[in-house]
């Protein structure tokens, strides 16, 4: 596998164990519908919450949540209401972005809540 894939998938798991130590229930992992994909979603209080994990090794070229374009948050909202719509929620719906830096053991996470909204 490629190192960058590797990377990505670490900080999943990450990013997953800092949501489940805050109370969040996770519902689903990796949550594909067609070519769309969802890193995590989950459970806060009354919130679906769908979180988009970006993971980088440096922060040298920018932070890792600016990798989230506005085309990135458009296949996501696509998903998420794909999955609203097959598992026939009334939830609350809020778009987060995890962003970790992570070098060596070390690691630093930035929880971005209510990264960006839907449009109608």
């Known amino acids: ?3 960058h894939y590797d990377l990505g998938i670490k900080g ?3 990013a997953a164990k800092y949501l489940a130590s805050l109370g969040y229930k996770i519902i689903e992992k990796n949550w594909r519908h067609k070519k769309d994909e969802i890193d995590i979603i989950a459970l806060d209080g ?3 919450v769908i979180v988009e994990v970006k993971t980088r090794s440096t922060d040298v070229f920018g932070d890792p949540e ?3 374009t506005v085309t990135k948050q458009k296949f996501l909202i696509r998903a998420a209401e794909e999955y609203i719509f097959m598992k026939d929620l009334l939830l609350e ?15 630093t996470i930035r929880h971005i809540k209510e990264a960006f909204y839907p449009t109608l």
Do not use: H, P, Q, W
């Open 1 to 3: 596998m490629a190192r």
């Open 12 to 14: 999943e798991e990450i």
């Open 46 to 48: 009354r919130f679906l």
């Open 66 to 68: 600016e990798a989230v």
């Open 93 to 107: 719906t809020r778009y987060d972005i995890i962003s970790i830096v992570k070098k060596g053991k070390r690691e």
